[in-house]
């Protein structure tokens, strides 16, 4: 028994059509995906910080991108998330993730965002992700 997962363009993160969202356009390519992110203030924590939820959402993602480059349609079962520097508003960053392993429905997952300007690494996450059958 699959759950029916249906795509109505709303996607926080890369839904074109949600007019809250981040609308990041994904490049897939076999088992990995890129991406591109200028976080506005709307998603700040603290004054001038990206919050890490939002960090963290874009992460993941770009990991479940990965995933579907191979023809998956996965969802998130666990996701880990090291932040390592902060991320200012209005900082380009290059988001890049990458299928590790798949065994079954089972798709293991890494991502790592990094400041374009200096390459210098914002957060990185690693993720179990489940492939769910399409009803």
């Not at 363009?9 to 839904?15: I, K, M, P």
């Not at 976080?39 to 004054?47: A, D, E, L, N, V």
């Not at 902060?86 to 900082?91: G, Q, T």
């Not at 993730?97 to 690494?121: C, H, N, P």
């Amino acid at each position: 028994m699959g759950i029916k997962l249906q795509d109505d363009d709303n996607c926080f993160v890369c839904g074109k059509n949600n007019t809250s969202g981040l609308k990041l356009s994904f490049n897939r390519t076999e088992c990995a995906a890129k991406t591109e992110f200028i976080p506005s203030k709307y998603f700040q924590g603290y004054s001038g910080i990206v919050h890490g939820g939002i960090i963290s959402a874009v992460l993941d993602e770009a990991m479940i991108h990965a995933s579907m480059s191979e023809g998956s349609t996965p969802v998130t079962a666990e996701i880990k998330v090291r932040f390592k520097n902060p991320l200012n508003v209005a900082e380009k960053t290059m988001v890049a993730a990458s299928v590790k392993k798949r065994s079954g429905k089972l798709i293991e997952a890494s991502a790592e965002m990094r400041r374009q300007s200096d390459y210098v690494l914002i957060a990185e996450a690693s993720a179990k992700l489940i492939v769910v059958v399409k009803t």
